[in-house]
């Protein structure tokens, strides 16, 4: 078994849980918040075995999508806010998906 774990755009999270869920999947659902834009987005944990992480992946490329987010520089280095004012585009995932090896899984 290995352990995906999913970080994914918050807009995204409901149709991913409803995508896994008639996929066969089982999935948690942590919120989360990113350490560059310190926005809330949502971390997926799904157990899956080792076959059937290609399917899972697929269902995860599906769901979620890629979005443009401007940020103003000045949230980023607040001490130059009077020289840099002009928004920059970021590109925000999809996905960001980490694959770990589970030693040992049990349900009770
Ligand atoms: P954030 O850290 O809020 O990052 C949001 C987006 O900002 C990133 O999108 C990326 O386009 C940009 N970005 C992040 N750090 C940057 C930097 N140092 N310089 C320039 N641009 C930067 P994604 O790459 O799609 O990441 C979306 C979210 O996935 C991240 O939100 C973070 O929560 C997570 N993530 C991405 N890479 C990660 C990693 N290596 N380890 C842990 N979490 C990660």
């Not at 994914?8 to 089982?26: E, M, N, P, T, W």
């Not at 989360?32 to 399917?55: H, M, P, Q, R, Y």
């Amino acid at each position: 078994m290995k352990l995906i774990v999913a970080i994914i755009q918050s807009k995204d999270s409901q149709q991913l849980q409803a995508s896994l869920v008639k996929g066969g999947f089982r999935a948690t659902q942590l919120s989360s918040t990113g350490g560059f834009l310190k926005a809330g987005n949502c971390t997926f944990l799904i157990g899956v075995e080792e076959e059937k992480i290609d399917d899972a992946l697929a269902v995860i490329k599906k769901t979620c999508h890629t979005r443009v987010q401007y940020v103003t520089p000045t949230f980023l280095m607040p001490e130059a806010a009077s020289s840099l004012s002009e928004p920059v585009e970021v590109q925000v995932g999809g996905a960001t998906c980490f694959i770990l090896p589970v030693d040992k899984f049990v349900r009770f």
